[in-house]
């Protein structure tokens, strides 16, 4: 089940369209060239989470496409109308429950529009989360380790790669991903050619270290730094933020693979999975089974009261 809302400005609140009807134009260039930006985000009990964030990175990812988008007020509104939509079509549908009816991912697309038209197309897509997402919440996965090709300096050195964006061109992402699925993993940690740990596909990447200091637990938690070429997360800036208030010490990279391998615990974090938790990375296992579950618990416990 999904729902499509395009932004219109003959639609103050948007313009719901039938998703399984043809909507976009076959010259659109997002279609044709994957030239456009998207965010995802989590919707729970039709409250959407960090949606500030989200709008913040979208028109950041506008600004480095030069690309024009609808104003927040606009994707706002869209956003209701898409959630109210959702909700009214999957209480008329019993399949709707299975798929978890407190969670709905919203999706945030803009792309150049049809070629040579300078009229960008924009739309809000609602549907339910992928079951798979759930459970490698709950259960973990398994990860590879994939060099992405680029060195860590290639963001500041080749701006054009947009590399800090939020682009509509995931085939390599998607491919890294099927690679992985191949191999019998069900995810990838994208590496630097100078050995740099980067991010996943769709997700960002935390360790944790615990040391003891007097008696006293010592908690830390660690991201790559940002200036790598990586996208910055918005889940894992709201789990920091929570983290420092609760005593954690925060770091950021360089993050190296043995770092990864003497962590505690790793994760990979995003919009929709949330926290899940890596159990093994290149088929070795990453810390101690119950030493994930209870940090798990507790950061899963700490993004939860996030908004």
């Not at 506008?62 to 988008?69: N, S």
């Amino acid at each position: 089940m999904t729902v499509l809302v395009f932004l219109d400005p003959a639609f103050p609140a948007g313009r719901l369209a039938d998703a399984t009807a043809p909507a976009l134009l076959a010259t659109d260039q997002g279609a044709t060239r994957g030239d456009g930006i998207f965010e995802s985000l989590l919707a729970i009990d039709a409250k959407p989470r960090k949606v500030a964030a989200h709008l913040d990175r979208l028109a950041s990812s506008a600004r480095v496409m030069g690309l024009d988008i609808p104003a927040p007020d606009a994707w706002l509104r869209a956003i209701g109308t898409a959630l109210d939509a959702f909700a009214a079509a999957r209480a008329d549908s019993a399949a709707g429950s299975a798929a978890g009816p407190d969670e709905v991912v919203v999706k945030l697309i803009a792309t150049r529009g049809d070629e040579g038209a300078n009229s960008p197309t924009a739309w809000v897509q609602a549907s339910a989360p992928s079951p798979a997402a759930r459970a490698q919440r709950e259960k973990g996965l398994d990860v590879l380790l994939l060099d992405r090709g680029y060195d860590s300096a290639v963001a500041e050195r080749a701006p054009w790669l947009l590399l800090g964006a939020k682009t509509l061109s995931y085939a390599v992402n998607m491919a890294a991903l099927r690679y992985a699925h191949a191999q019998g993993a069900d995810d990838v940690i994208f590496t630097s050619t100078d050995g740099r740990v980067l991010e996943g596909p769709t997700s960002s990447v935390l360790l944790a270290h615990i040391s003891d200091d007097g008696g006293l637990p010592v908690k830390r938690l660690i991201t790559p730094a940002q200036d790598s070429g990586i996208l910055p997360g918005t889940t894992q800036g709201a789990l920091f933020a929570a983290a420092r208030a609760a005593g954690w010490e925060l770091g950021y990279g360089p993050v190296v693979p043995a770092d990864l391998m003497d962590a505690d615990a790793v994760w990979l974090i995003s919009s929709i999975r949330l926290l899940a938790p890596v159990n093994r990375i290149d088929g070795t296992e990453v810390g101690t089974a119950a030493v994930r579950a209870q940090l798990t618990a507790e950061l899963s416990a700490l993004l939860a009261g996030t908004e």
